[in-house]
């Protein structure tokens, strides 16, 4: 389906997504130069003409996170000095989304900043992918389509055919999105308890609800370094528990994740595209694509119509 006014354009973050987005749409994905002076300065070059256009900017806030935000922001700038019509920017990973609010005097609230400088810089439309709070929807004041990889993830889990499976959710902070989860695949669904000593690190105190025999199903809506996730994975294992089905929607990986990740207790590992997967990961990892779901919203957003289905269970 042709799109006249609509481009799309890659930052530097994820360009296969981007590729398979505007080939799905049946667009060439657009011509742009990225580059960085000798002092590290981002340079961005639109090398088509994107006047009174609908441009679609694609860029995941993964790592590393302050020069891909930076770029962004100087690729929204530009599109808008080039008279775009609109400048909608996909971030499939909303970084900083962690820090959402304050829990102790004198912190920032990162994410509300972000969205802040997103709009002032010149984007008119974000579209994302299951937020870390869905909260964070208001910090615009722009629209927000904020999408859920949850089907995505069910439908992919129901083709394994799986049984005595139990939904987990590592902290109480999932457990909504647990239980949708749960009710997708008609099985039970149980809640860790734990606490933080510092930041990336957990201690598993309580678990509620029965895992004992069953197969568990941790869900997350991302992973970083992968401690957390191991140590949900050994608390079910004492507690009776099979080896655990591991699902995410962002792959963050951060430092020694992908090796942490390569533990017996964890029989696969399911994520999203929406960052891309570094190279010289095990067998282990399953790769979904959030391509046909993004694309699908792209050309919503261009000619009009409802969104709800993609929208589904992002309340999470």
């Known amino acids: 389906m042709q799109h006249h006014s ?12 981007a590729a398979d987005i505007a080939s799905r749409l049946g ?17 961005v070059h639109y090398e088509e003409t994107i006047r009174n256009c609908d441009v679609f900017l694609l860029q995941s806030l993964s790592h590393p996170i302050n020069e891909l935000f930076v770029e962004l922001l100087v690729m929204i700038d530009a599109a808008k000095r080039a008279s775009a019509r609109t400048v909608n920017i996909i971030v499939p990973y909303y970084g900083y989304a962690r820090q959402e609010r304050k829990s102790a005097p004198r912190e920032p609230i990162s994410a509300k900043m972000v969205a802040d400088v997103l709009t002032t810089a010149g984007a008119t439309r974000v579209l994302t992918i299951d937020l870390h709070a869905a909260a964070i929807q208001g910090f ?10 949850l089907d995505l993830i069910s439908g992919y889990l129901k083709t394994k055919n799986l049984s005595d499976v139990v939904v987990v ?8 999105m647990a239980e949708k989860l749960a ?29 004992e025999g069953r197969t568990p199903v941790i869900i997350e809506d991302l992973i970083d370094t992968g401690t957390t996730i191991v140590n949900v994975v050994e608390g079910l294992k004492e507690r009776g528990a099979k080896n655990s089905i591991v699902c995410a929607t962002h792959g963050l990986f951060s ?5 942490r990740l390569d533990h017996p207790g964890i029989e696969e590992v399911v994520v999203t595209d929406s960052i ?4 010289g990961h095990s067998g ?9 779901m993004l694309a699908r919203a792209t050309s919503i957003i261009i000619e009009g119509g409802s969104i709800d289905k993609l929208l589904g269970d992002a309340g999470i």
């Open 27 to 43: 667009v060439e994905l657009g011509k742009i130069k990225l580059t960085r002076f000798k002092s590290g300065e981002i340079y």
């Open 169 to 176: 959710s590592p902290d109480a902070g999932r457990a909504s």
């Open 183 to 211: 009710s997708k695949l008609d099985s039970p669904f149980a809640i860790m308890i734990k606490k933080r000593p510092a930041h990336n690190e957990s201690v598993i105190t309580h678990v509620i609800g029965d895992v």
């Open 276 to 279: 891309e997967l570094p190279e």
């Open 255 to 259: 430092g020694p994740a992908i090796e």
């Open 140 to 149: 615009f004041n722009i629209p927000v389509d904020h999408l859920t990889a």
């Open 6 to 17: 609509l481009r799309i354009f890659s930052g530097s973050s994820n360009p296969k997504l």
């Open 284 to 292: 282990r990892f399953t790769v979904l694509s959030v391509a046909p």
